[in-house]
């Protein structure tokens, strides 16, 4: 979700005007909002890809693209703002400010982080990935990996090193490019379907798809504004049929574009909060949108529910054998399990500990892939380094607190839906 612009709503526009002196507590987060909003916009400028999505204020973006300023100025202005945050009293905010703050400060934070970075200051990957998105990752060591790869050496027999069989195996069942359109369109009508029968969706809301090559991931979601995204697959590597529910859950529904149109229709226009209006990609709410992107295909396909409809709807689109899609299913869901150990290699490819060639053969042995898909995976890590994590234990995270509004399918979607249209704070995630 890159600078995209759409047109401000009224009460966006008021929001453009001169602030005034702040008479309470609560209209001094509008103001720090506000230079955030600002401060975003020129760390935009400085960093192409730092704004994922912006639909505020056109003169604003405008302002920011005329004169941004120099990162040493932007690193006193977020220094400046997270001291006015903190200077804000709690006391006198209601609750749903009180979230608010919490939500800015983390905000701040990353901004702060990630002006460091861009001015030439290291951090260690977990200092990194807790200044960005709020929370310090666990690091397992490799070897700890190594009791699911003999799980799936048995699911795979044969000769050869399990990740050539692995790969050998998914070849089967890869998506004819001349399929992958209507494939993809019956797996996003089926991941509407099932969000809408448990989030009432804000009106008018739509996408467009397209294909697209040459990225370093498979997926993406362009928010535009005004409950509209734009949802890329990437093509450079056959997408495996597995990969059409879950990216029409992540990058639509329940994930990137919910959340996004959520968020507008609540935060944005609903209270005015224009912080929503901008969305920087290092930052805590990336956390929040992976983790609850990635968790989504569960909760809208739970149990055997996304086999199911693959065998019966998916795999005769694709032109493949749903005979056989349940072996397949049982790969892809003990691969699950590896998800984590693109974090320990993220880590110790950045910090110099492996090269680039033991790094590519370290994701080919452990997320068993071929070395193509391996060599997109570090090219992901050298773009987004930590952001890694937000996929994994983000997930994680989600997954337990929606899990403990208990086994109702109806209780999980309700706290879903507060996940994706509050503002979630990667804290809030533990209650």
Known sequence: MILRLAAATAALALLAAPALAAPNEGAKLDVIAQDFVRLTLEAGEREPGYVD????????????????????????????????????????????????????????????????????????????????????????????????????????????????????????????????????KAAIAECKARTEAHIALPKGERFDLSFVTKKPWSGYNWYKGDAHSLIEVNTDLPTPISRAVDLGCHEGYPGHHVLNALLEEKLTKGKGWVEFSVYPLFSPQSLIAEGSANYGIKLAFPGEEKLNFERKTLYPLAGLDPATAQTYDAVTGAMADLASVQNTIADLYLSGKLDKEAAVAALAKYALSSRAKAEKSLSFIEAYRSYVINYNLGQDMVRAHVERAGPSQDARWTRMEAVISQPTTPADLAK
Do not use: H, N
């Open 53 to 184: 999505a912006y639909y505020g204020p056109a003169e604003w973006a405008a302002a920011a693209k005329a004169k941004p300023r120099e990162v040493p100025a932007l690193r006193a202005e977020a220094d400046r703002l997270a001291a006015a945050l903190k200077a804000v009293d709690g006391k006198a905010l209601s609750p749903d400010e009180v979230r608010r703050k919490a939500f800015l400060a983390g905000q701040v934070k990353a901004a702060q982080t990630r002006l460091a970075m861009l001015a030439g200051q290291k951090f260690s990957f977990q200092d990194e990935a807790e200044g960005l998105f709020g929370v310090r990752p666990p690091l397992k060591p490799l070897s700890a990996y190594d009791p699911i790869l003999a799980k799936i050496d048995k699911l795979v027999p044969g000769e050869g090193d399990l990740a050539t069989r692995v790969s050998a195996f998914q070849a089967r069942y890869t998506i004819p490019t001349d399929r992958l359109e209507p494939v993809m």
